[in-house]
């Protein structure tokens, strides 16, 4: 018979935290088995073996054993992701607490994708769904509250097209209703949700909002917040999200307030719709569009010997292209890849209008950015990208590195880059030279970050177990999960209870015995014994 067991390790009796996941595969074994091990040691540390069948039901474990779980689906421009996240009973409130156990990548494109065939949207999104009952307890379903935010795609799909918008948002909403768990919403988040609920998700699981005993008091003496700031870059939109030093009212649409476990933070962010990374090189083969005499394009940032074909009459009906339009003598556009580096950062350049701003300063395009504060968490394609590249190393490389380590890639024949990475989906692999590219434009020449504090960015997939992105914030603050004020200091540990008795007793024995040596000086120690 197969039996796989899951383990699961507890820190103390009430938080548990999942080490590995269920095996579908092994599911359906019959058997029963629970085993609780406390070691004599550690008492409060237990491992606890159940086998897979009970992962599902755990039908052995009191009732408030598994705490909480929620879902959220990110409807992104390029894809949707489903996350399964889960909090141990009572802790919620903790930071740090809750934890991603779960995500599932929906198969073809992002929500947007479907503005053709609207009715398509929702079902596509049901296998994810079927993932995520095999990972949540039966027991629980029906309270797991589950949240759809579509971002950048469904932004610009209700500026082509309102109608279509509507569409697709009520057939995922139409899927989401038919799953066994508690609908709690679908619907497109705006830029600064999107930009806001990603710095909630970094510092959360950075565990930089609550600080306890020295932390506290070391902050407590310093003006600013000890937060990181969050660059979140997308298919279709880029968030730039921190704690400036000192804020001006210059820009109030781009300042945010939060009171979260009794501190104040004032927040800068803005989303730039149009310049996540596919948007991007959109508006910049629209810009090279224009000085195209004939059906054919040389361009830099795609590698030498790489060819693509667009479609021109299709280009321009997207919001991010369509001031560019006019009109061509050919309907197809025939792209040859040149390879340039250099060519390509000049080429990118022209996308950030650095010219007029009206605010003591700015990143591009006339909007306000106040100087840039302390370490930055990358994520999303930002990390994607410079993952790929190899330049997201725990010793950081410097600006000067990434740029030479990029050109070099860009360099490298089409066949060349084919033949070692086979096994990347060519959509992706064909657009990295032009990627790296964009992103150094966009840190460097859009929000000026220097050789100086080039340092400061750190490029990161994952904080522990959670993806980095707005997600996990967007549930923390739609299920209260983040208290304004700080939750009372909860009673000693136990361990620290112990040690306290322990110490307890050995100054009292300490005293006792100090006492009795001194009143009744035994002879030993009395002047003239030897
Ligand atoms: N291994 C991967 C995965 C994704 N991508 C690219 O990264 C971008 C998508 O990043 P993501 O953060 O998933 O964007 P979305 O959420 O889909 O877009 P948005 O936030 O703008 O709505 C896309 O260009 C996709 O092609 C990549 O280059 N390599
Ligand atoms: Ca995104």
């Given at each position: 018979m197969h039996l796989t067991l899951c383990i699961y390790i507890s820190q103390n009796d009430l938080s548990p935290s999942r080490s590995r996941r269920c095996d579908p595969a092994s599911e359906r074994s019959p058997r029963s088995f629970s085993v609780v091990i406390e070691t004599k040691t550690e008492l409060w540390k237990k491992l606890v073996l159940v086998p897979c069948k009970h992962?599902?039901?755990?039908?052995?474990?009191?009732?408030?054993?598994?705490g909480g779980y929620g879902i959220v689906l990110d409807a992104g421009s390029s894809h949707t992701n489903l996350y399964v996240y889960e909090w141990p009973a009572e802790k919620?409130?903790?930071?740090?607490v809750v934890q991603q156990v779960e995500v599932c990548k929906v198969e073809?494109?992002?929500?947007?994708?479907?503005?053709?065939?609207?009715?398509?949207a929702g079902p596509s999104l049901v296998q994810c769904l079927r993932q995520a009952e095999g990972v949540i307890p039966l027991k629980q379903h029906q309270e797991t509250p589950v949240y759809l935010g579509a971002t950048a795609g469904m932004r610009l799909l209700r500026l082509e097209n309102k109608d279509a918008a509507e569409k697709v948002l009520s057939s995922v909403e139409k899927t989401l209703r038919s799953a066994p768990f508690n609908f709690q919403g679908a619907r497109i988040i705006s830029g600064q949700e999107e930009g806001a609920y990603g710095w909630i998700t970094i510092n959360y699981l950075l565990g930089n909002f609550k600080q306890s005993g020295w932390k506290k008091f070391l902050h407590s003496l310093?003006?600013?917040?000890?937060t990181s700031g969050a660059l979140d870059l997308g298919g279709a939109s880029t968030q730039i999200t921190f704690v400036p030093d000192e804020i001006s009212?210059?820009?109030?649409?781009?300042l945010l307030y939060f009171r979260l476990y009794g501190k104040d933070y004032r927040v800068y962010t803005h989303s730039f719709l149009c310049y996540g990374k596919d948007q991007a090189l959109q508006q910049k083969l629209a810009r090279d569009l224009q000085s195209t005499e004939n059906s054919s394009l040389f361009d830099?940032?795609?590698?030498?010997?790489y060819q693509r074909t667009i479609s021109?009459?299709?280009?321009?009906?997207n919001p991010c292209t369509s001031v560019e339009k006019k009109q061509f003598p050919f309907s197809q556009l025939h792209i040859e890849g040149e390879g340039n580096y250099e060519k390509c950062r000049r080429n990118i350049q022209?996308?950030?209008?650095?010219?007029?701003?009206?605010?003591?300063?700015?990143?591009?395009?006339?909007i306000y950015l106040p100087p840039l504060q302390g370490d930055f968490g990358a994520f999303s394609a930002f990390y994607f990208v410079m993952n790929f590249l190899n330049l997201?190393?725990?010793?950081p490389f410097t600006l000067d590195e990434v740029a030479s380590a990029i050109k070099k890639f860009c360099a490298r024949p089409w066949h060349e880059v084919k033949l070692q990475y086979?096994?990347?989906k060519e959509k992706y692999l064909s657009e990295y030279c032009f990627s790296g590219a964009y992103i150094l434009s966009l840190l460097?020449?859009?929000?000026?970050?220097t050789t100086e504090n080039w340092k400061r960015i750190h490029f990161l997939g994952k904080i522990g177990s959670s993806d980095a992105g707005w997600t996990l914030g967007y549930m923390l603050n739609l299920t209260n999960m983040i208290p304004a004020e700080e939750p009372p200091a909860p009673p000693l540990s136990y361990g620290s209870y112990v040690g306290l008795m322990v110490l307890c007793s050995l100054v009292l024995v300490s005293v006792i015995l100090l006492a009795w040596l001194l009143f009744h000086k035994p002879k030993c120690l009395q002047k003239g014994v030897v």
């Amino acid at each position: 018979m197969h039996l796989t067991l899951c383990i699961y390790i507890s820190q103390n009796d009430l938080s548990p935290s999942r080490s590995r996941r269920c095996d579908p595969a092994s599911e359906r074994s019959p058997r029963s088995f629970s085993v609780v091990i406390e070691t004599k040691t550690e008492l409060w540390k237990k491992l606890v073996l159940v086998p897979c069948k009970h992962c599902l039901e755990h039908r052995n474990m009191p009732e408030d054993f598994w705490g909480g779980y929620g879902i959220v689906l990110d409807a992104g421009s390029s894809h949707t992701n489903l996350y399964v996240y889960e909090w141990p009973a009572e802790k919620e409130n903790d930071t740090g607490v809750v934890q991603q156990v779960e995500v599932c990548k929906v198969e073809g494109p992002g929500i947007s994708g479907y503005s053709q065939t609207t009715e398509k949207a929702g079902p596509s999104l049901v296998q994810c769904l079927r993932q995520a009952e095999g990972v949540i307890p039966l027991k629980q379903h029906q309270e797991t509250p589950v949240y759809l935010g579509a971002t950048a795609g469904m932004r610009l799909l209700r500026l082509e097209n309102k109608d279509a918008a509507e569409k697709v948002l009520s057939s995922v909403e139409k899927t989401l209703r038919s799953a066994p768990f508690n609908f709690q919403g679908a619907r497109i988040i705006s830029g600064q949700e999107e930009g806001a609920y990603g710095w909630i998700t970094i510092n959360y699981l950075l565990g930089n909002f609550k600080q306890s005993g020295w932390k506290k008091f070391l902050h407590s003496l310093k003006s600013v917040s000890e937060t990181s700031g969050a660059l979140d870059l997308g298919g279709a939109s880029t968030q730039i999200t921190f704690v400036p030093d000192e804020i001006s009212s210059e820009s109030p649409q781009n300042l945010l307030y939060f009171r979260l476990y009794g501190k104040d933070y004032r927040v800068y962010t803005h989303s730039f719709l149009c310049y996540g990374k596919d948007q991007a090189l959109q508006q910049k083969l629209a810009r090279d569009l224009q000085s195209t005499e004939n059906s054919s394009l040389f361009d830099p940032c795609f590698h030498q010997g790489y060819q693509r074909t667009i479609s021109v009459s299709n280009f321009f009906k997207n919001p991010c292209t369509s001031v560019e339009k006019k009109q061509f003598p050919f309907s197809q556009l025939h792209i040859e890849g040149e390879g340039n580096y250099e060519k390509c950062r000049r080429n990118i350049q022209n996308l950030f209008n650095k010219t007029d701003c009206p605010y003591s300063s700015c990143s591009f395009n006339g909007i306000y950015l106040p100087p840039l504060q302390g370490d930055f968490g990358a994520f999303s394609a930002f990390y994607f990208v410079m993952n790929f590249l190899n330049l997201t190393s725990d010793d950081p490389f410097t600006l000067d590195e990434v740029a030479s380590a990029i050109k070099k890639f860009c360099a490298r024949p089409w066949h060349e880059v084919k033949l070692q990475y086979h096994q990347i989906k060519e959509k992706y692999l064909s657009e990295y030279c032009f990627s790296g590219a964009y992103i150094l434009s966009l840190l460097e020449n859009g929000y000026e970050f220097t050789t100086e504090n080039w340092k400061r960015i750190h490029f990161l997939g994952k904080i522990g177990s959670s993806d980095a992105g707005w997600t996990l914030g967007y549930m923390l603050n739609l299920t209260n999960m983040i208290p304004a004020e700080e939750p009372p200091a909860p009673p000693l540990s136990y361990g620290s209870y112990v040690g306290l008795m322990v110490l307890c007793s050995l100054v009292l024995v300490s005293v006792i015995l100090l006492a009795w040596l001194l009143f009744h000086k035994p002879k030993c120690l009395q002047k003239g014994v030897v």
